[in-house]
């Protein structure tokens, strides 16, 4: 039976890429959606080398949300499943100091993801199946001084995607929410993060993968993030307050 492709939004991520290189080894069509999809020429030609998939290259823009409908339109075939791997995390700093900077935090982690798949899900709705993927992150779990930014666009997000997933159980469609925690990607390059709570972006595509299959609903990981993030959402306010997490 010939698989329906993925859909790869964010493709020129680490994490968007190694998602493509897991489910095109699965046998999987891909579509690589992204802004300036030419550059992805050669991971084009490295996935149907290696793999002997199907694989075309889109251009794609998050914030160009009057252009998503037309997008979706354009591709050769509806996506079978869909992961999306936008995102950016900014600066906190720099988006404290201006609203606008802030805008663009919370527009490319939230209004752009949820536009994209909520045009998606409508028509996976009407045909009646498919699997829509969310990466999301436990930084929306609960607003941390350091990143509150990026959090609430993450945190508003996740709850996007757990409606999308209510309304859709009974449409043969379903809704993944990963939440990856740290990752080692050109995003996170030069921070300082603990190894046992960082995956890298294979583990994450990895899981993505087993996750569709097994139409699991809400996903970390590393497990240990499901712990680590109990224990902070229970630190009573007046406590929380004192700390720089």
């Not at 999301?136 to 996007?160: H, L, M, P, Q, W």
């Amino acid at each position: 039976m010939t698989k329906l492709p993925v859909l790869i939004l964010g493709a020129r991520s680490d994490i968007g890429l190694a998602v493509a290189h897991a489910f095109a080894a699965e046998g999987y069509p891909v579509q690589l959606a992204a802004r300036n999809a030419d550059e992805l020429s050669a991971a084009k030609n490295d996935l149907e080398l290696r793999y002997g998939q199907s694989v075309t290259l889109h251009e794609f823009d998050a914030l160009a949300l009057a252009d998503h409908a037309g997008f979706i339109d354009s591709l050769p075939q509806l996506p079978g499943i869909a992961v999306c791997a936008v995102g950016f995390m900014g600066e906190q700093s720099a988006s404290e100091a201006d609203p606008i900077v802030a805008t663009e935090v919370l527009r490319s982690n939230f209004e752009g993801p949820a536009s994209i798949l909520a045009h998606l899900a409508n028509r996976f709705e009407e045909r009646g199946s498919g699997v829509l993927v969310g990466i999301s992150s436990v930084a929306g779990e609960r607003g941390r001084a350091t990143n509150y930014i990026y959090g609430s666009a993450k945190a508003g997000f996740t709850a996007f995607l757990s409606g999308l997933r209510n309304r859709l159980a009974g449409a043969g469609v379903h809704v993944v929410t990963v939440l990856p925690g740290f990752v080692a990607t050109r995003m996170t390059e030069g921070m300082d993060l603990p190894a046992k709570l960082t995956a890298q972006p294979q583990e994450v595509a990895s899981a993505i993968v087993r996750a569709t299959r097994k139409r699991r609903n809400i996903i970390y990981v590393r497990p240990i993030w499901q712990l680590v993030m109990a224990v902070i959402r229970n630190i009573p306010e007046p406590v929380f307050k004192k700390l720089k997490l």
